[in-house]
């Protein structure tokens, strides 16, 4: 299929993108590194027309959720706006197959772990409310313009490819592994946001995804939306939380380095514990993570950081 991928030069974008060639299907990418704006409905009915897109998947958005408890308007403006404007430009243009990068972050602090997709939506920061209006917007699209799509409720994505070619660069980069790296690196101490959570070790347990594996959902998705599935929605993850003490502790044993961590204050917004139940993911779909234990994916990540130089 002919595929746009908005965000397509992001870290998560650019890994799906390259899965998605290496699976014979064409990529378009559609990215503000190149000046092009997913609030320019305009620009995008002309892409998706003069292209002759076949389906979209969605991951151009602003993501860094310490932002944007301190700036909501931009969050808003671009993610929820943006991702209406794309669907009104499929909707002129007639494509009708998205698949959309959404997060556990619109489930806030869970009522049960692992979290399931049905259970409270509740985000605790305006990040995962964004992601949460835009599966509103979806689900009105379907209704009234039959837009199909496949909902993806990232939890943690991490890890670099195993080539050690791509992997995660953001600026600034908000994400636990790479600073941690980034810390080992720069040989000096790192600073683990708030040591009193209800939680075994006092520090935030996530449920960490790995990049590769999370490109593969996409590409699943991507099967079953040509294959006619109906419009839902899926967790991706591996199932099993990670406190961020037990992520230094990885970061130690991978890099051969000890280094001084310091707690300090919580950061607004953080949910205490995060982990999915992907059983319908892997029983729908036939979704099966290889590489999201905790090893892999901090190997990857240290092999991407310290063999390209990308810190």
Known sequence: MKVLVTGGRGYIGSITAKSLEG???????????DGQDIRDQELLKKTLRDE????????????????????????FENNVFGSLSLLEAMTKVGVNKVIFSSTAGVYGNPVQVPIKEDDRKLPENPYGE????????????????DIKYITLRYFNAAGATLDGTMGENHEPESHLIPNIIKAVVEKRG??????DYPTPDGTCVRDYIHVVDLAEAHILALKALKDDHKSDVFNVGAGKGYSNKEVVEMVKAVSGEDFLVEIGS??????NELVADSSKLQKEL????????????????YKYHTSSGHL
Do not use: C, Q
Not at 130 to 145: N, R, V
């Open 23 to 33: 699976k014979g299907h064409t990529v378009v990418i559609y990215d503000k590194k």
């Open 52 to 75: 002759k897109i076949e389906a979209v998947m969605h991951f151009a958005a602003y993501i860094e959720m310490g932002e944007s408890m301190k700036n909501p308007y931009k969050y």
């Open 130 to 145: 964004s992601k949460l209006m835009t599966e509103k917007l979806l689900e009105w699209y379907d209704k009234i313009h």
């Open 190 to 195: 790192f600073k683990l946001f708030g040591g």
């Open 266 to 271: 919580r950061r607004p917004g953080d949910a």
């Open 286 to 301: 036939s979704f099966k993570p290889r590489y999201s234990d905790l090893k892999t994916i901090v190997e990857s990540a």
